[in-house]
């Protein structure tokens, strides 16, 4: 009776760990959010959710020793790769921004549109089988477009008229 009760205890305590874990929310606007990883191949956790009603900016940045890199999900979907790191072993700690801004550092930068995420992914490189590192949402707050044309396509417009007025000239000679 015990052996059956046992296994039952741990046949409930292996679904539970099979089960995936919720997401937690990610503050748009709110700064860095760390995240943590194992060997290459392990899921990078806690996954984030949010919604942008706008456009944003996620920014991925491998932290504490460099050489990590990561592949980065959408509701399990690929949204992208962080590039390789500059370095091995380099340290920086948790200086995010730090390492946003150091090649050493693998930092990708994912432009979102309007909608909900849950981001997510695995580690594509972990040279010390784990670490920490951490993401950010920012929203993208400068969407004008600038009715003045290009230098070029000003170029392509003038020399489009000029084009015109030979042919219609020709046009009236004959």
Do not use: C, K
């Amino acid at each position: 009776m015990r052996t059956v009760l046992l296994a039952g205890v741990m046949m409930l305590a292996l679904g539970a760990l099979a089960l995936p874990a919720a997401a937690d929310p990610l503050t748009v606007d709110g700064g860095w959010h760390e995240f943590f990883f194992g060997e290459e191949g392990s899921a990078l956790f806690p996954e984030y959710t949010f919604t942008l009603p706008g456009l944003g900016l996620l920014t991925v940045t491998d932290a504490f020793l460099s050489g990590d890199q990561f592949a980065i999900t959408n509701f399990g979907g690929a949204l992208g790769d962080t590039p390789p790191p500059g370095s091995v072993g380099d340290q920086i700690g948790s200086d995010y921004d730090g390492a946003a801004a150091d090649p050493r550092w693998s930092t990708g930068s994912f432009l979102l549109g309007p909608g909900s995420y849950s981001i997510g992914g695995f580690a594509l490189l972990s040279p010390f089988e784990g670490g920490g590192a951490a993401m950010r949402v920012d929203t993208v707050r400068d969407q004008r477009i600038d009715p003045a044309p290009e230098p070029a396509t000003m170029l392509l417009l003038a020399g489009a008229i000029a084009g015109y007025g030979i042919r219609r000239r020709r046009r009236r000679a004959v």
